[in-house]
């Protein structure tokens, strides 16, 4: 074999088999995350070399099936049908085997080397089971390995024996068991094969897989062969064969079909599983008695989220003072070999007083996803979704809504308005599209964490930030619930859900993805937020107002402030702010925001460099919003409840727009609808704790 051999493999499973964790095992850190081409599904990629090899794993989306039924599911099957892998590793849950290899039955009409991993082994075990994996092998045709992906245990087994399939063609192509149809569905199968062989488009699909899947009723496979040269012939033939089965069965062809496959799997796992003692005792069951109670399901889950900030804000705190000490340094360093002018003003005032304002909260954000890393990968959040279910839907939330929020919560409105695709009801869509933005994103936490640090002791913070989130999905919830009552009615409906096993997560897992998380906070920090500031200093610096010599370097730059694009802005919005108690400046922060919510403090950043508040450059951000006087604990909730609830950032709102079908009437409620409800909450609570003097 050459020295270097190309070799791709796709890693294909049910969710929550551990497929993501045994790709992070055969990857490390050589992998990186983009979207399938045409599509906005996640796709990862990484590599390793191994004995000369170099492998490319495919980390396809988690699917129960190959039909077309769902992004997901179109997404992976595509891939292994038009991209041919040189491998397949189907990643089997071992202790759901049953349910798990249905997956694999599809896979192997497609004529695709596979692997089995059997992931998670030692669950099997403390179930008091074990597998017989020769055995198994010998009834599938395919290798079969036991792995544990959080221990990884087994990895190096995989890996010889990719290497040993593509250096021996034999074993590649050897027979392997399939699912046995019976002789009536078969010989419906070969009439359909002898019409697609004769079609020159069809020609580099699976005969066999294309006929079952005519047979099944699959959109895609029907719309393919509509497009073929004799697709007629083709469909009427499908229709003859689908009916034949229905009379001969008294089913319809699918169902059918799939019991058939079941029927294979069952065989197949009695066969090779058994009993070797007695059951141990089931930690997951124990945990879940208490997280999953209908009484404490949803304190726990409180407990949790506080636990995350707690968390968050208790470690980050040293390394974000550090951070933001340290770019104020560097800006004063920056300030003494620049000379005096329009340039040392946009690289201090505008790109590192507005960028370092940002970054300066980058420790934060990522012992945040850390945090939120650790309970996904031990299977805590799912049972969060599972807990939040019936809440969910008492306010007209589909239950499956729930993870879009997680994800807006974990990263970005964008993902989490993309992943309400998994939701099946078009007003199921629309409503969480709607109340995704609410959550406090990955872009909002350094706002949220810049005001409270401003104006809330130590003690407090976490309290504060937990009540914030509260806040959120209270709010999330309460316009769920207006939405489906006067906007969008009907009934919405329960779902099922997969629960995995506790488990405990890998330091390498959680650091993949904390690393992962915070590297799209880093790059929107050196792109779209550089240019952002570059933008604000203009606007705050030009026009030049004339500088009076017998005025202080502070009081000129308070006049420039005025004087400046942005001032005069600010001023013309100032009457429309003022109720909520803030200023011009501040309303430009957050029309600033518009572009990205980070922006917001690499806006404040700029304004408080170019000098708002004299003899106090080199502190931090924070402790000069603190110093100033045109802010106080109240117009600091304030500002924070507005950030929290006006419009998302315009890439949210692109999304959100091609999400409905390109739709005016749903982006100008989402726009205006959201902003005039930040107006008016913002008013009430200033106007309300001005009058009560709470934190004047």
Not at 58 to 67: A, F
Not at 459 to 468: A, N, P, R
């Amino acid at each position: 074999m050459d020295a270097n051999k190309n070799i791709t493999v796709a890693l294909a499973g049910n969710p929550n088999s551990g497929k993501s964790a045994l790709f992070n095992c055969l990857t490390g850190s050589n992998q990186h995350v983009g979207n399938y081409p045409g599509v906005t599904v996640e796709k990862k990629e990484g590599s390793k070399i191994y004995k000369r090899c170099n492998i490319n794993f495919i980390d396809l989306p988690g699917t129960y099936s190959l039909s077309a039924y769902s992004d997901d599911e179109v997404v992976a099957r595509d891939f292994l049908l038009n991209a041919k892998p040189d491998i397949v590793i189907n990643v089997v849950d071992a202790a759901n085997m049953e349910r798990n290899l249905y997956l694999f039955t599809q896979i192997t009409e497609l004529d695709t080397p596979v692997i089995i991993a059997l992931n998670m082994i030692d669950i099997l075990k403390s179930h008091g089971k074990s597998v017989d994996k020769k055995v198994m092998s010998d009834l599938l045709g395919v290798p079969v390995f036991a792995t544990v992906a959080s221990k990884a245990i087994g990895i190096n087994n995989l890996l010889d024996c990719i290497v040993n399939i593509c250096e021996n063609e034999k074993f590649k192509y050897q027979a392997r068991a399939k699912v046995d149809y019976g002789e009536d569905i078969k010989e419906e199968t070969n009439k359909l094969e002898k019409l697609i062989s004769k079609s020159l488009e069809l020609s580099k699909f699976p005969k066999n897989w294309l006929s079952i899947k005519l047979l099944d009723n699959d959109l895609l496979a029907l719309k393919l062969v509509s497009k073929a040269n004799n697709g007629i012939k083709i469909l009427e033939q499908v229709e003859k064969s689908r009916n034949h089965i229905k009379k001969h069965f008294n089913e319809q062809a699918e169902t059918e079909i799939t019991n058939r496959r079941y029927g294979f799997v069952n065989a197949v796992v009695k066969i090779v599983v058994s009993k070797t003692g007695q059951k141990k005792i089931d930690i997951t069951e124990i945990i879940d008695s208490f997280a999953l109670n209908r009484y404490l399901g949803i304190p726990i889950f409180a407990v949790v989220m506080y636990i995350i900030f707690k968390f968050t804000f208790t470690f980050s705190e040293p390394v974000v003072n550090l951070f933001g000490l340290f770019f104020a340094w560097f800006g004063s360093i920056v300030a003494r070999i620049i000379p005096n002018g329009p340039i040392q003003s946009l690289i201090v005032d505008g790109i590192v007083g507005g960028v370092g304002g940002v970054l300066g909260f980058f420790p934060l954000v990522l012992f945040m996803f850390f945090a939120i890393a650790f309970f996904e990968d031990s299977g805590y959040m799912a049972r969060a979704a599972f807990v939040m279910d019936e809440i969910m839907s008492r306010f007209g939330l589909h239950g499956k809504s729930f993870l879009p929020l997680m994800l807006s919560t974990n990263g970005c409105a964008v993902p989490g308005i993309l992943a309400t695709r998994t939701l099946d009801s078009k007003r199921d869509r629309l409503i969480t599209m709607f109340v995704v933005p609410f959550m406090i994103c990955g872009a909002k936490l350094p706002v949220f964490a810049l005001i409270i640090g401003a104006f809330f002791s130590v003690k407090y913070q976490t309290g504060i930030m937990f009540f914030m989130y509260i806040l959120s999905i209270v709010i999330a919830l309460s316009v769920a619930k207006f939405l489906s009552i006067i906007v969008l009615k009907n009934e919405s409906t329960h779902f099922v859900m997969e629960l995995p096993p506790y488990h405990l997560p890998t330091i390498k897992g959680l650091f993949l993805k904390m690393w992962e998380r915070g590297w799209l906070y880093v790059r929107k920090a050196g792109t779209v937020i550089v240019f952002i500031s570059i933008l604000v200093w203009v606007v705050f610096a030009y026009p030049k107002a004339p500088v009076d010599k017998n005025l202080t370097e502070a009081e000129n730059a308070a006049i420039q402030m005025k004087y400046s694009i942005a001032g005069r802005a600010g001023k013309i919005l100032e009457p429309l702010f003022k109720p909520i108690g803030m200023d011009g400046s501040k309303a430009i922060a957050l029309i600033s925001g518009f572009a990205a919510k980070e922006v917001i403090v690499s806006t404040l950043g700029t304004i408080y460099s170019i000098g708002k508040v004299d003899s106090k450059d080199t502190l931090p951000l924070k402790e000069k919003i603190a110093a100033d006087k045109d802010w106080s604990p109240l117009k600091g909730m304030t500002f924070l409840i507005f950030c929290l609830i006006y419009l998302p950032c315009i890439i949210s709102v692109t999304c959100f727009f091609k999400e409905t079908g390109s739709s005016y009437k749903w982006l100008t409620l989402l726009v205006v609808g959201n902003t005039v409800f930040a107006w008016i909450a913002s008013f009430i609570v200033f106007q309300v704790g001005t009058l009560l003097k709470v934190g004047v």
